[in-house]
């Protein structure tokens, strides 16, 4: 297949007609949101989970990743149901969420239309079931049976949704760069889908620095509250940082494929950062060509298409030529008190990623 053809597929805009058939439309009526039909066990469907705290490069990661053929890069779908589904922000391409024709095929795909699906209940189950508190109770090996009720309600409406994007887009490879670890541990008790997990870290230092500057979200659109990024002083993302990592270590030893991946060897080597994602997440790409990877006098960038990605960091929104480069503001900028603060409470897994071996 032609990465023409690939391409096309992936990036269906032009025309309704582009989009392929659905793979077997006839059994979607058959069953209610939360209880996929036997039918739908009969393939596993593969999601690339991009897991850790946020503002650790999980997005560059996503829209590079999504570039290969037959992977579909689709936001933070943890986000999809409120801020797409409910208040209509605005996908990747630019479109408000439900002007979006890929996602209204998705959603008629997995739904029957978004109009079918109670986007408060979706809230309550993940009140009931994706909170980092309960993590070690989704760690055990046998669930209490209302959580496991409430869990299998939850990841049923992932379930067909991850469906639904892989059959409308034609890719065999969704990636949810959803982050929160309760999400990937949740998402790794249903076995009808294939979770690995790329746990993305980076200097805890640097992530909190990010944590506490203003980052304007362009897709809520009107001034107020919501038209920037959540910020975080220094200490709570430190505890934030620690939370997110050390449950993802924990699902890798629960049994989850994961590829720890940091932030830092994305920007310095990106072809061989992609490749090995790219690996792990079963499309090989050890002789591909990624040739929207460039390096011109000693800069690298990327040459990145149109996606539809549901929520996520601004970046998303970014198309054309795009540096890959670090972020060090921090360096200059963080307070000494600060950053002696945040090395201090992160100092175990600082370690352990090898960030104390360099010069800080
Ligand atoms: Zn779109």
């Known amino acids: 297949m032609s990465r023409a053809d690939v391409r096309g597929r992936r990036y269906p805009v032009a025309s309704s007609r582009e989009y392929p058939e659905p793979r ?21 469907v593969r999601v690339v989970y991009l897991g850790g705290l946020g503002r650790s490069g999980s997005t560059l990661l996503e829209r590079l990743l999504g570039e290969l053929p037959g992977v579909c890069a689709s936001g933070e779908i943890v986000h999809l149901w409120q801020r797409g589904v409910a208040e209509n922000e605005r996908c ?5 969420f439900r002007a979006c024709d890929f996602w209204g095929r998705v959603g008629k795909e997995a739904f029957g ?3 079918k699906i109670d986007t408060d209940r979706i809230g309550h189950l993940k009140d009931a079931v994706d909170r980092t508190r ?14 496991r ?14 469906r639904a994007i892989a059959s409308v887009s034609g890719c065999d490879t969704i990636v949810d760069s959803s982050k929160h670890a309760s999400l990937a541990f949740c998402l790794s008790r249903c076995q009808e889908i294939d ?93 591909l060509s990624l040739p929207f990877l460039h390096t011109e006098g000693g800069a690298s960038y990327a040459e990145l298409t149109e996606a539809h990605t549901a929520s996520g960091n601004p970046m998303r929104f970014a198309t054309g ?26 100092l175990p897994l600082l370690s352990r990623y090898g960030y104390l071996r360099r010069a800080a």
């Open 92 to 96: 990747g391409c630019g479109l408000e």
């Open 195 to 287: 979770l690995r997990v790329i746990h993305m870290v980076r200097d805890s230092r640097a992530v909190a620095y990010s944590w506490t500057t203003k980052v304007a979200r362009p897709e809520a659109g009107t001034a107020g509250p919501a038209s920037y990024m959540t910020t975080y002083p220094p200490v709570r993302a430190a505890g934030h940082w620690n939370a997110q990592n050390g449950a993802l270590q924990l699902l890798a030893r629960r049994g989850t494929p994961l590829l720890l991946v940091r932030y830092e060897d994305l920007i310095q080597e990106p072809e061989q950062t992609v490749r090995r994602a790219a690996t792990f997440a079963g499309v090989p790409a050890g002789h």
């Open 149 to 162: 009720a409430d869990l299998d309600a939850y990841s049923g409406y992932y379930l067909r949704l991850y």
């Open 113 to 115: 239309g978004w109009d």
């Open 321 to 346: 030529r795009v540096p890959i480069k670090g972020d060090d503001r921090w360096r200059g900028a963080m307070p000494g008190r600060q950053r002696r603060t945040v090395t201090a409470l992160t």
């Open 24 to 44: 077997n439309p006839e059994h979607l009526e058959a069953s209610s949101p939360e209880n996929p039909d036997a039918r739908s066990r009969e393939y596993p």
């Open 134 to 147: 309960l993590i070690p109770r989704l760690s055990q090996r046998t669930l209490a049976r209302r959580l």
